[in-house]
């Protein structure tokens, strides 16, 4: 087993343990969807109308929740440190981080969109659609929080201000996200432009995030 292998295990184990990332994340998302209908009254048109971009606003905000402790625990440790002097480059310890994080937060939220989907009267054959949009969206949001959450870690307060340094940056992920679940559930615009942009910008935060992720918390070394 590899050094960037072992941490991306060590990582969900330690969410799953503490209860934290996976568990709080799904039940956020569920909390805040389910209250959607109490908001918007029994309109059903209203609400398969609205559905997919309200999934998409609850699936970026549960993904920021636990962002702020992504490294914040092993800085209190000291174990962020030793990652540090480790082996393995830092660039690839915040990607194999990013990575534990999205499986364990992320993931869990597009297994349950279906299921809340229905208390949207979406219907279920676009609800595959608004989950394909969520996997492939999803690791642009992990990947930009990473940066938030390496420039706030030796920060009072940081993950309030995590969260006013990333949902700028997620907007763009949040109108091609919205934009292609719409695209496929009522058109006319097609599903591919928006869906191909949402990939490329997954691809994008993939590559650049760890590099300024690492350089952050390199800076806040010194």
């Not at 292998?5 to 969807?33: E, P, W």
């Not at 999205?102 to 208390?119: F, K, R």
């Not at 054959?125 to 969206?137: D, F, K, N, P, R």
Request: proline content about 6%; some cysteine; hydrophobic content about 60%.
């Amino acid at each position: 087993m590899t050094a960037f292998t072992a941490l991306i295990l060590r990582d969900m184990r330690l969410s799953v343990r503490v209860g934290g990332g996976a568990l709080m994340g799904a039940l956020f998302y569920f909390v805040v969807v389910s209250m959607i209908p109490f908001a918007i009254g029994p309109d059903l048109n209203l609400l398969a109308r609205i559905g997919p971009a309200m999934l998409w606003i609850g699936a970026l905000l549960s993904t920021l929740l636990a962002l702020d402790r992504l490294f914040a625990s092993d800085h209190d440790d000291g174990s962020l440190d030793l990652l540090t002097m480790s082996s393995l480059p830092l660039e690839l310890t915040v990607a194999a981080k990013a990575i534990a994080h999205w499986l364990t937060t992320a993931l869990p939220l597009i297994v349950i969109t279906p299921v809340l989907g229905l208390m949207l009267n979406v219907e279920l054959t676009a609800m595959g659609y608004v989950a394909l949009t969520l996997l492939a969206g999803t690791p642009s949001l992990t990947f930009i929080g990473l940066i938030g959450a390496a420039l706030s870690v030796t920060l009072r307060r940081g993950g309030l201000l995590m969260a006013i340094l990333v949902l700028p940056l997620t907007v763009p992920v949040l109108i091609f996200g919205v934009a292609a679940a719409n695209a496929a559930i009522v058109g006319p615009a097609p599903f591919g432009p928006p869906f191909t942009i949402l990939c490329a910008l997954s691809l994008a935060s993939f590559v650049l995030g760890p590099f300024a992720a690492a350089a952050a918390l390199r800076q806040g070394q010194e």
